[in-house]
């Protein structure tokens, strides 16, 4: 019934949504929409423990493994991530070995997939780090000595302790960083990953509906980024402890 209307909203006003009635142009359009929600998971789960262990670094003793940290936040924070995917795919991407792709020809080791992953994940970390570090510094002095006084080691105190109490603090912050990289997996457009850009630009090319197909695809990531938010507000209010959080 839906296939029939939109078929008939073509032919009767003009309105061409070929996702709806077309089954060629819904496979393509699906298969995009898998595509970006797994670069979005993948990447979201990868920068986090990316910002966990950077923020953990810059709290070390060694010099290098500060100066490390320093390094990458202001690279991936002060440069575009289209040039960061470029410069991963285009230049990076060409001193890997290829692999057998098992019909006689030849791949490369990494794909455009993996290296839009890659790239927004090591884009989102660098943001993350500083997210945890504020929150990490917002933890009251006294709960962190109090911990240490109860013999807590390092490591043990941020497990239990800061990072519980750090996370509570920085999530507001922290769910707009992870809302900016659901937006930011447009760009792998550039370099041919198969998401909802690419799939939408491949059909309004052929059926000529542009108007039509940039309706579905603004509305397919409002409804991508409610998802996410929709997750994240319940994450902030169970972990709210009251008078504490703000």
């Known amino acids: 019934m839906i296939a029939a209307y939109f078929e008939r909203l073509n032919e009767t006003q003009g309105l061409n949504f070929s996702v709806f009635y077309d089954a060629f142009d819904r496979g393509r359009f699906l298969t995009g929409l898998w595509t970006t929600s797994y ?24 010099r290098l493994a500060r ?13 575009p991530p289209l040039v960061q995917l470029s410069f991963f795919y285009f230049a990076v991407a060409t001193l890997l070995p290829t ?16 290296w839009a992953i890659i790239a927004f994940s090591l884009f989102a970390g660098a943001f993350n780090v500083e997210i945890f570090r504020a929150g990490i510094e917002a933890v009251p002095s006294t709960t ?17 302790v800061v990072i519980p109490l750090a996370f509570r603090i920085c999530l507001p912050a922290l769910n707009n960083n992870l809302i900016n990289l659901v937006k930011t997996t447009t760009l792998a457009y550039a370099i041919g990953v198969p998401e909802l850009l690419y799939a939408a630009s491949q059909i309004w090319s052929e059926s000529f509906n542009v108007r039509e197909m940039m309706n579905v695809l603004l509305i397919t990531y409002v409804l991508l980024v409610a998802i996410l938010v929709f997750v994240m507000g319940r994450w ?11």
């Open 144 to 160: 962190v000595e109090a911990a240490e006084s109860l013999g807590y080691t390092r490591l043990q105190l941020y497990i239990h």
């Open 67 to 79: 100066l490390l940290v320093r390094g990458y936040v202001q690279f991936f924070r002060n440069t």
């Open 39 to 62: 670069i979005c998971v993948v990447a979201i789960a990868a920068s986090l423990a990316l910002g966990l262990l950077g923020v953990w670094l810059a709290g070390s003793r060694s």
């Open 99 to 114: 692999v057998s792709d098992g019909f006689g020809g030849r791949s490369p080791l990494v794909s455009g997939t993996g």
């Open 236 to 246: 902030e209010k169970a972990m709210r402890i009251p008078g504490y959080s703000t």
